[in-house]
């Protein structure tokens, strides 16, 4: 029968494997997996009049038309004397790390590599895994074959990034922030080994090598962020924030959003990225359609409650801190503004987590369980329900209420 995504869908499960070949265009069909997984494949004879079978793809990555389409080019390319499969096999030997670092990143930006729960990879992923290739990954293993990559080039691989071989005082970004830092250490070699690990598992499902060089080799470990802001450190940001609200010349859209981020416990990103469509005011939630860890819907407490309140929106923009020349797009300042407020407030070792990290912290102080404050911070398996009339939302909304107004008045402390 001719092969359509129907028939695919009902394609009954065996013991064994088995194929089902299309009555339509001879030599494309299907193999049929006991697991459910389903591949294309087409089947020609080259000039030797030796019969080859190849694989095209799976059932899900590709789709009926797609992989039949492939199938004609190919057997197209048999009947003129070519042998595909030979083609890919000495194309995949030849492929370098730069261009399997390309066929990844493009194969992701079309929905083809899958992240957390199956879903394809986010854009912040992909960009994270395009800048570390681009900083570290292409830089010192660019021109090496695939196949030739051995564990031992990961190990060297790893202590060239921690030795800081690849660190540059600005790179291209690849989005709209342009240039970006690159700095070698423990951390970077770490999370660039992660990403090269998942474009090498990739190079594995394409059948370009059998094994990722990556497993088992040991990473430095990162170590445990856990600063946090005391008391004063508290009231030191809350008079740089005064400080800077007081310059007309300076962007509200930076001292809002590390308010923000102050009194919720947010991610920077999930700040910089926050549209009024996911601001519940009436319910005290905000309801974040895309997070690290997929939708989540976070406590509002009355001081972040407040402040949202009090910020303008703009009709033509649907972000709460929109960019001031750019219409429908974020404010893309915040990294430059919050380097410079810290600097300001006397800090030379604090980020953004730092503020998440303190809001959990103060949360504990107070007296609130672990997993209270996780479900405030969004952390996996500690999401809260988006039924909003829930008993367990109007409990955090209240434990936000403390945290924020604990971390609101040790702000405000040296402002009266």
């Known amino acids: 029968m001719k092969l359509n995504k129907t028939v695919l869908d009902a394609a009954e499960l065996r013991d064994k494997a088995y194929f089902m070949w299309c009555s339509d265009l001879a030599g494309f069909g299907a193999r049929v997996f006991p697991t459910g997984k389903k591949t294309f494949y087409v089947d020609y004879y080259n000039q030797a009049g030796q019969r080859k079978r190849m694989s095209l793809g799976g059932f899900g990555k590709l789709t009926v038309e797609e992989a039949r389409k492939m199938a004609r080019i190919h057997l197209g390319d048999a009947l003129k004397g ?30 083809l590599i899958l992240g957390r729960g199956g879903k394809p990879k986010k854009k912040a992923s992909i960009d994270t895994d395009r800048s570390m290739t681009n900083a570290h990954v292409k830089p010192l293993l660019g021109n090496k074959l695939v196949i030739d990559l051995k564990r031992a080039d990961i190990v060297k691989f790893i202590r060239d990034v921690t030795a800081g071989k690849t660190a540059k005082a600005k790179t291209p970004s690849g989005n709209l922030r342009g240039m970006v830092r690159v700095s070698g250490g423990a951390g970077s070699a770490t999370r660039t080994v992660a990403s090269l690990g998942a474009i090498l598992t990739y190079a594995v499902s394409e059948g370009i090598i059998d094994v990722n060089p990556t497993f088992g080799v040991k990473k430095p470990a990162i170590g445990k962020r856990d600063r946090r802001l005391s008391p004063d450190e508290y009231a030191a940001f809350g008079r740089a924030l005064h400080e800077f609200d007081q310059d007309e010349a300076k962007a509200w859209q930076g001292a809002a959003a590390l308010r923000l981020a102050a009194l919720t416990g947010c991610r920077i990103g999930e700040i910089e990225n926050l549209k009024w469509s996911e601001v519940d005011l009436e319910n005290s939630l905000l309801v974040l359609d ?15 409650r407040v402040l949202l309140e009090g910020l303008s929106r703009d009709p033509l923009n649907p972000y709460v801190l929109p960019a001031p020349t750019l219409e429908g797009r974020p404010f893309a300042g915040i990294k430059r503004f919050y380097r410079g407020l810290f600097a300001s407030a006397g800090f030379d070792d604090v980020t ?35 039924r909003y009339t829930h008993r367990l939302d109007s409990v955090l909304i209240a434990a936000a209420d403390k945290i924020g107004e604990e971390i609101d008045r040790q702000m405000l402390s040296n402002l009266s």
């Open 82 to 111: 070519e042998d595909p499969a030979l083609e890919r096999k000495t194309r995949r030997a030849s492929l370098t790390i730069s261009e399997l670092c390309d066929q990844y990143l493009e194969a992701a930006g079309k929905g």
């Open 290 to 304: 895309d997070t690290k860890t997929g939708k989540s819907i976070r406590p509002l407490g009355n001081p972040a």
């Open 352 to 386: 953004p987590h730092v503020l998440r990290h303190s809001f959990a912290s103060v949360g504990a102080d107070i007296g609130f369980s672990d997993s209270t404050i996780g479900a405030m911070l969004g952390h996996t398996g500690s999401g809260i329900t988006s």
